[in-house]
């Protein structure tokens, strides 16, 4: 995606990334991580903001820092990072929220043509995957590199 992005830290697996995202409320500092689920190559996105107690994800807190479109964009960064280190990942992702679940299908609405360059994307309807279409409201998502 050709938007601003924040600077990304990650370790050598490139499984775990970190930034800090800037605005009015401040420093807020953003983490991401793809967990292996019982799938074969299929990772959840896990992100949010950092515990500073436990260095966890809490993706239940509402940053509203005035730059979603920027973090927005950073999480998709690390997907490809991850994907480039591990090609034949599928990643899956859905909100904490049925709101952030509509918040995630806008943002890839909103850049589908450039998403589906590089990625193929899925979207989840009562338990069964379908194409992602604009317009349509999904539980989940499920993307994996083109080759």
């Not at 490809?80 to 890839?108: C, E, H, N, Q, W």
């Not at 998403?115 to 309807?125: A, I, M």
């Not at 995957?129 to 317009?135: L, V």
């Amino acid at each position: 995606m050709k938007l601003p992005k924040y600077p990304l830290a990650s370790g050598d697996k490139l499984v775990t990334y970190e930034f800090i995202s800037e605005g009015p409320k401040g420093l807020i500092h953003k983490r991401v991580q793809f967990k292996r689920t019982n799938l074969k190559n299929v990772y959840n996105l896990a992100f949010g903001d950092k515990d500073h107690n436990t260095g966890e994800i809490d993706d239940t807190i509402i940053s509203n820092n005035g730059d979603s479109e920027k973090v927005l964009a950073t999480v998709v960064a690390t997907v490809y990072a991850f994907t480039d280190k591990y090609p034949d990942a599928v990643i899956y992702a859905t909100g904490s929220t049925k709101a952030r679940t509509r918040l995630y299908r806008m943002g890839i609405a909103k850049h589908l043509t450039e998403v589906t360059e590089d990625f193929e994307v899925l979207g989840e309807r009562n338990d069964d995957w379908e194409t992602f279409r604009k317009n349509i409201e999904y539980e989940g998502f499920l993307v994996k590199r083109k080759k």
